[in-house]
């Protein structure tokens, strides 16, 4: 039986919509490349969720390597608000497993200064019961440690919970401590695959 539920955030719970903030910037194609080469695409973003590089000097470093899109890639950093947005159905969705008895956590690969814009912004952090991520733990799914950190220190019973995450390689690093995973495609799935594991909502 179904006790805890995991999500992660990106893509679960707020849509990680770097694409389309670039095509409403009205970006060329080779500025869109350039950008998202330099920034979320490069082994640099990996390292800035794990909290392991300061964001000043990423910045610098990411307009060093495309000093034709400087200017664009702080604007980028600098835009959190319009590149993570929560969606519509995420603190209603928590607020019912809640309502239903369920233990809530979060387990995100997260960078400090996005994360600073989802704790004042986003209405579903204020009803979970607590997470794990990534930048504050100086590792990242789906290396095994972020894991046992999260069951640790939440005393979670991983054959009594379910974890939730839109990328399968996640979903793969938590199977081997008992989780049962939902790779996130939409809402309505997210429903229904709970409800098939016996999830009231």
Not at 39 to 58: A, F, M, N, P, Y
Not at 87 to 113: I, M, T
Not at 147 to 158: D, F, M
Request: charged fraction near 30%.
């Amino acid at each position: 039986m179904i006790h805890t539920i995991v999500f992660d955030i990106g893509n679960v719970l707020a849509h990680f919509r770097w694409r389309e903030y670039l095509e409403e910037c009205g970006y060329t194609e080779e500025m869109k490349r350039k950008i998202g080469k330099a920034t979320v695409l490069s082994s640099r973003w990996h390292e800035l969720d794990r909290g392991v590089i300061d964001e000043t000097k990423l910045i610098a470093a990411c307009g060093k390597e495309e000093p034709s899109v400087e200017k664009e890639i702080l604007k980028l950093f600098e835009d959190a608000s319009k590149i993570v947005q929560e969606y519509e159905y995420s603190s209603e969705l928590v607020r019912r497993l809640k309502a239903n008895g369920y233990r809530v956590y979060l387990l995100s690969n997260y960078a400090r200064f996005s994360f600073a814009y989802a704790k004042e912004n986003f209405e579903f952090i204020k009803y979970v019961d607590g997470g794990v991520i990534s930048y504050e733990v100086k590792c990242t799914k789906p290396e095994a440690k972020i894991y046992h950190i999260l069951i640790e220190k939440y005393g979670i019973k991983p054959e009594e919970a379910v974890f939730l995450d839109d990328l399968p390689a996640n979903l793969e690093g938590a199977k081997p401590f008992g989780f049962k995973t939902i790779q996130v495609t939409s809402f309505e799935q997210i429903i229904n695959d709970l409800r098939a594991l016996g999830v009231r909502i």
